[in-house]
């Protein structure tokens, strides 16, 4: 099923189970014609010089979903596989995320076609200037901002801010977040996905009464995200019992020491190979610390399963599968609708994507509002502001999913709708 139709799945779903109030409040047709198609989609073809002198031409989007709460928001992606059609996923996943937040702000995404490993830093610089150039007239402080996402990061954003700056004619800082703190960024964006997830799945767990010593996470991507959150969540105490990257994992029953593995994979550059040093480092034999697949990884015995890779991961093939008895989508999309439906009967409670991960533009937002004012605020002020907004998303999701008897997911599709439905009929399109 292609992400498009995952997309449309899941807003019928919800759709479906508003049913009595929506009834009254208009038909499901029209809402979804105006919610479903994005409002602008921009595709460009971006010339860059390679170090070797000779010109090569890299495929950009931009997808602007929705505008209906607030200016266009989200991140750019660079990805050898990006692709308009996961970019307009991603776009309408932004435009419902800050909608659960309750963020003024409607959805968009960036991407473009890249392996950026492949490419010097030089190289980067003058594509993502260039990519700047080509959709300047688009974005801006108040229209669309862009912020990192997948393989892009503050020094990127730099290069936008000054580029954009450039061509606007005066210091713009308000036109792109996620930049470094030194040069208008938020404290605590870096980490804040990851921060914002932990807030969330830590209420959950103490809901539960679970016992974090005992409480047992296998962590799928152990990049930006992946890598912030197992750190976080032993310093909250919980085991971390796995860990994966693209390039395979490593299951190690007795715990896993995060600090070490994420030295360890800078210097390795690859989880699989830090196996081994794990092992040395806990003093203990080498056989209960084993190499598996991504795949394998994803199966493991544990409590909590952290998805902080790519989309599409938890499939009707491997949800049957899954041992977790929770998992934290921090990644955007990694769960299929048809797999939801699975884990849904087979009991596994998914916290989504579009409340998991939205610590990120959550922070996004804060470093806007900084910006706007000429402010800075204390990293102890931007996190106790994000848990609050954080708790009350998730306590208004857990609401709403036991008035519909629904998921965590399509509890917090409804929020989201509702407000956009309200927001369109208030500019009186429905
Ligand atoms: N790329 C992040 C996301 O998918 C952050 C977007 C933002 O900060 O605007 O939520």
Not at 26 to 40: S, V, Y
Not at 109 to 118: F, L, M, S, T, Y
Not at 408 to 423: D, K, N, Q, T, V
């Amino acid at each position: 099923m292609s992400l498009s139709e995952n997309t449309l799945k899941q807003i019928k779903k919800a759709a479906f189970l508003m049913k009595p109030d929506r009834h009254a409040r208009g038909g499901d047709a029209e809402f979804e014609m105006l919610f479903i198609t994005p409002q602008r989609i921009i595709e460009v073809n971006i010339p860059v010089k390679m170090d070797d002198g000779k010109l090569k031409i890299f495929k950009g989007f931009r997808v602007q979903h929705n505008n209906t709460m607030g200016p266009y928001k989200g991140g750019i992606r660079y990805h050898q596989d990006v692709d308009m059609e996961e970019v307009k996923a991603l776009a309408f996943w932004m435009t419902i995320k800050c909608s659960v937040m309750g963020l003024d702000l409607g959805g968009a995404k960036g991407g473009i076609v890249v392996n950026p490993k492949e490419l010097s830093k030089g190289e980067v610089e003058k594509l993502t200037r260039a990519y700047v150039r080509l959709i300047a007239n688009d974005i801006g402080p108040t229209f669309d901002i862009p912020a990192p996402d997948v393989n892009t990061n503050p020094e990127i954003m730099s290069l936008i801010y000054d580029e954009y700056s450039k061509i606007a004619g005066k210091d713009s800082p308000g036109v792109v977040t996620g930049k470094p703190v030194d040069n208008h960024g938020s404290k605590g964006r870096d980490i804040a996905t990851a921060q914002g997830g932990v807030f969330v799945l830590h209420e959950l767990v103490q809901e539960q009464k679970m016992v974090t010593a005992e409480t047992r996470v296998v962590i799928q991507g152990f990049g930006n995200a992946g890598g912030v959150v197992a750190k976080l969540l032993a310093a909250e105490g919980y085991k971390i019992v796995g860990a994966s990257d693209s390039q395979g994992g490593i299951i190690c029953n007795y715990g896993i020491d995060s600090e070490s593995l994420l030295q360890c994979k800078v210097e390795k550059k690859t989880v699989k190979e830090c196996g081994l040093h794990v092992t040395e480092l806990h003093g203990l034999s080498g056989a209960s610390c084993k190499k598996v697949s991504n795949e394998e990884l994803l199966e493991q015995e544990c409590d909590i399963l952290v998805l902080a890779a790519l989309e599409n991961q938890i499939t009707v093939k491997n949800a049957p599968k899954i041992k977790a008895k929770f998992i934290l989508e921090l990644a955007n999309g990694p769960t299929s609708p048809d797999a939801d439906d699975i884990l849904k009967e087979r009991g596994v409670v998914v916290i989504p994507d579009i409340l998991a991960n939205a610590g990120g533009v959550t922070v996004s937002y804060f470093e806007m509002l900084q910006n706007a004012a000429g402010v800075s605020w204390s990293l102890e002020e931007v996190f106790e502001k994000l848990k609050e907004k954080m708790i009350t998303a998730f306590k208004e999701v857990q609401q709403m999913a036991e008035k519909y008897k629904c998921t965590l997911r399509e509890a917090a599709y409804i929020r989201a709708i509702s407000r956009i439905e309200a927001g369109l009929k208030a500019k009186s399109l429905l």
